[in-house]
């Protein structure tokens, strides 16, 4: 079993819609939690970023760790066809070790107009 | 420059040949990375280079890969006798020294062995 669980998808969802990406990890010891964002032939580029359990909001991205589940979710309000690309977790025991972080696999998401 | 810049982008070449990755990272950055990203497999971190620090090589996967910063800068990740295995992209990223600091990534090199 990965350290870290994400489901590849692809999710197509039409524009407009509030689309719900997801991981799962085994280690109860990550405290770090991040979302990436890559677009096709890109490198990912740093979406969100959360300490411990609760939710964290910014524009129409918002973040929620759940770690007494060891869940973690992003969701996208009001989604446009610019947010289409592959979306990735990755999280960390410590604060800032971009060397320590497991990844997830990422989830392709296609916005439709 | 704007941004971490990588060459080249894609990169095809046959089994058993050496390769060189570059990487020019953003100007004031001191720390680099370098990560490959395969089919069904997260990103795997490889080395890290820290000012005039030894590099961290605790990721890279074989005594085939190794990588080198010049004068803090640039940095290079050669890949000797390539296998099919090797085929992935190869991503750079830097970022400035301290807790919760961003790594900016670059584009990536493309990389397939036949």
């Known amino acids: 079993q990965k350290e870290v669980e994400q489901d590849p998808g692809p999710l197509s969802v039409p524009e407009g819609a509030i689309v719900s990406l997801n991981c799962t990890y085994s280690n109860s010891a990550f405290q770090y939690f991040m979302w990436y964002r890559q677009y096709s032939r890109k490198g990912p580029e740093l979406l969100m970023y959360?300490?411990s359990s609760g939710n964290k909001e910014d524009g129409r991205f918002t973040a929620q760790v759940d770690k007494s589940s060891k869940y973690i979710s992003l969701f996208i309000r009001d989604s446009q066809p610019s947010d289409s690309a592959t979306y990735l977790c990755?999280?960390?025991?410590?604060?800032?070790?971009?060397?320590?972080?497991?990844w997830g696999l990422g989830t392709s998401l296609a916005v439709n107009p | 420059g704007a941004g971490v810049s990588q060459s080249p982008s894609n990169k095809v070449t046959e089994k058993g040949k050496d390769v060189e990755l570059r990487c020019d990272p953003i100007s004031g950055h001191t720390a680099l990375y370098w990560y490959r990203q395969s089919l069904g497999q997260g990103l795997e971190f490889l080395i890290y280079f820290q000012g005039n620090s030894a590099p961290d090589k605790s990721g890279l996967p074989s005594d085939r890969f190794s990588a080198e910063r010049t004068g803090g800068s640039v940095s290079t990740l050669t890949i000797q006798r390539t296998q099919q295995e090797d085929s992935a992209v190869y991503l750079c990223a830097s970022s400035l020294l301290g807790v919760n600091t961003e790594a900016f990534f670059g584009q990536g090199t493309r990389l397939t062995v036949v």
């Open positions: 959360t300490y």
């Open positions: 990755a999280m960390s025991r410590n604060a800032g070790n971009n060397r320590k972080l497991i």
